[in-house]
């Protein structure tokens, strides 16, 4: 085939489609290096090495094999590059080789970046894309030297490089760790804790919002109504998280603020989570479920849509426009928040019964946690992951894909244009 005929094809593919097979190149290509012999000490089985390589690149952090264990040191860079890549984007991967190799962007490769980080026509792509490598690596070196002081003392010359991994798992939301415990063993490490929840909490704000608040404006810092709804309900979630794990799991300050923080797509974990009280159970399903905030390396439902559902339904009840922050929110907005979460709960809610079935012996509240984690990229987990069947693993690795890549980008791949017709409003008695 003509190279010009092929270029022409490619132009004509939706920018959602590639982003969403662009994941699908990544974890296939993870799976292939997890399977060499140079990346393990035992012979991995190719499910496991295919759920591990899409918990990477999905930054989940879920995983039927102990990494700690299982993967050698190559192993562990291979893991750590797939969560890196995940956590940036495949988008922003693809667009950073084109800029270094030639500097020009197509209008596609442009497209392809404003998909993935849910921008608008008017920002500066490569201005965004210098700010998001640039920030990830000066958080990440920070968070490295920071966990370096106390890994180092446990583990000597090797715990540089577990302060390394675990500054970048927790910097992209990954949830990986070196450990095989998590941070178990540092529960009461003020240093650890406090490190990993301010990379995870930078991490899950979003490079929008991050670089506003870097940005002044004149003489003071100029917010826009996404950044300002980001920080409200990222900050209402951390202090009533907080206090709720006081109250229902009687953790000191310290686990408590760690539990709020890590629950929002993290995936570490400083106590075992199957102890969780039933009051405690729900209140880390609902945090899982929220997760993070748009164009960040975080999961779940993102905070902007909570708050534009719910913020939404009490503006419909009332019979008024929604107003935020003297800014009107569209229709259209409104539709997709109101979308993605009814959305999000039949999958997990249908997740839930098809492993019920195919898990009888697993206790349901503990698949409900698995799903819920697996479809918010969080990664925490009741212990029950190598415990799952084949079938059950595999519907877990749907589900971690779809929480990535994103579910309006997926329906948006599988979509297809029809002719509007219109119709005669029918009267349907609801409620």
Known sequence: MDISKLRQRIKKIPSSFLLAMGFVSLIVIGTILLLLPISSNENIKFLDALFVATSAVCVTGLSPI???VTLTTFGQIVLMSLFQIGGLGYALLLVSIITVTNGNLSFKNKLLIRESFGLDNRTNIKTIIKFVILTTLICEVIGAIALAFPFFKDFGIKGIFIALFTS??????????????????????????????????????????LKELLTKKGKRIRLSIHSKIVLLVTAILLLLGTLGFILTQKLSPLEAFFQAVTTR?????????????????????????????????????????????????????????????????????????????????????????ILAFIEPDIPLSALFYEVTSALATVGLSQNITVLLSPLSKIIIILLMYIGRVGILTILSCIATDIKHVNYLEGKVIVG
Do not use: E, W
């Open 66 to 68: 102990d990494v700690s």
């Open 168 to 209: 970048v798992s927790a910097f992209n939301n990954a949830g990986f760790d070196l450990f095989g415990t998590s941070l178990i063993n540092y529960h009461d490490n003020p240093v650890v804790l406090l490190t990993v929840s301010f990379l995870i909490i930078v991490g899950g704000l979003g490079f929008i919002v």
């Open 265 to 353: 797509t993290a995936g570490f974990c400083s106590f075992d989570q199957s102890l969780l009280t039933p009051r405690a159970y729900l209140l880390t399903i609902l945090l899982m479920f929220i997760g993070a905030s748009p164009c960040s390396t975080g999961g779940g439902i993102k905070t902007t849509t909570l708050f534009t559902a719910l913020g939404s339904s009490l503006s419909i009840l009332r019979g008024k426009d929604f107003i935020a922050f003297k800014r009107f929110i569209s229709k259209d907005t409104i539709i997709k928040a109101l979308f993605i979460f009814l959305f999000a709960i039949l999958t997990i809610f249908i997740s839930c019964i």
